[in-house]
T-cell receptor
Framework: DTAVSQTPKYLVTQMGNDKSIKCEQN?????MYWYKQDSKKFLKIMFS???????INETVPNRFSPKSPDKAHLNLHINSLELGDSAVYFC??????????FGQGTRLTVV | RKEVEQDPGPFNVPEGATVAFNCTYS??????FFWYRQDCRKEPKLLMS???SGNEDGRFTAQLNRASQYISLLIRDSKLSDSATYLC???????????FGTGTRLKVLA
């Protein structure tokens, strides 16, 4: 009965590949997020969707494309992976104004 | 200037000590404030919201000073299990964005 679940937990891939990370929440929240935590541990927002509509897009390279098929799912597709994309990617959801609840993270390593 | 700033630490304190962290934010339109805890290689978890009048949850007390644009977290009677990174989080009015500070690392020593 995990609240926010994302897959895979670990992802190791070569430069230039395309990969996807999936996220699902069973909390009934309207808003979902993707955050990136880099090697310096800084957690930075990338995207947010509210009821399947993109509401935040924080100057992320267009190689990153989020997709929300319904309000319980928010996936992240990354094209042409680069070494600098290596990080931990966290999915989160929020009922608005009361904080966000995070998935366990996907540790992406690009080699 | 970062939108949310914290002293990265580490704060090394003995068990039983009282420790306090501060966090400053730059956007005066910020309306909601939170403290999160993140353990090594884990996801951030909501520790507590911060209310204007200050609030307490067991050994943890959070305060907000809107005039000076800072929030604080006080931990009393520190336990070894309190060792973690504490993240200050701000939500700006009219946005869905939760902005994280860089975190303050706490190590409680036996």
């Amino acid at each position: 009965d995990t609240a926010v679940s994302q897959t895979p937990k670990y992802l190791v891939t070569q430069m230039g590949n395309d990969k996807s990370i999936k996220c699902e929440q069973n909390l009934g929240h309207d808003t979902m997020y993707w955050y990136k935590q880099d090697s310096k541990k800084f957690l930075k927002i990338m995207f947010s969707y509210n009821n399947k509509e993109l509401i935040i897009n924080e100057t992320v390279p267009n190689r990153f494309s989020p997709k929300s098929p319904d309000k319980a799912h928010l996936n992240l597709h990354i094209n042409s992976l680069e070494l600098g994309d290596s990080a931990v990617y966290f999915c989160a959801s929020s009922p608005s104004g009361v904080g966000a609840f995070f998935g366990q993270g996907t540790r992406l390593t690009v080699v | 200037r970062k939108e949310v700033e914290q002293d990265p630490g580490p704060f090394n304190v003995p068990e039983g000590a009282t420790v306090a962290f501060n966090c400053t934010y730059s956007n005066s339109a910020s309306q909601s404030f939170f403290w999160y805890r993140q353990d090594c290689r884990k996801e951030p978890k909501l520790l507590m919201s911060v209310y204007s009048s200050g609030n307490e949850d067991g050994r943890f007390t959070a305060q907000l000073n809107r005039a000076s644009q800072y929030i604080s977290l006080l931990i009393r009677d520190s336990k070894l299990s309190d060792s973690a990174t504490y993240l200050c989080v701000v939500n700006v009015m009219g946005t869905y964005k939760y902005i994280f500070g860089t975190g303050t690392r706490l190590k409680v020593l036996a």
